[in-house]
């Protein structure tokens, strides 16, 4: 019996962030730049919303 494809496996893993639609979370840490897992961790310490850490953390690159 074949394996069942399913073809929209990928789309549950899309990420809008300011109107831009990334592949993922991790690619949109990549392309501002940020570190994926400063932004997770982040998000689970201060129980916010990636869309927040990620902000934070743009905010923060800014900054320097």
């Known amino acids: 019996m074949p394996r069942k494809i399913r073809s929209n496996y990928r789309e549950k893993f899309k990420f ?3 109107g831009k639609t990334f592949e993922s979370k991790r690619q949109c840490c990549k392309v501002y ?3 994926y897992r400063s932004v997770m961790s982040y ?3 201060y129980k916010c919303n990636t869309e927040e850490a990620i902000t934070h953390f743009i905010e923060l690159k800014k900054n320097k």
Do not use: L, R
């Open 16 to 18: 809008v962030y300011n």
């Open 33 to 35: 730049g940020i570190c």
């Open 43 to 45: 998000q689970n310490q």
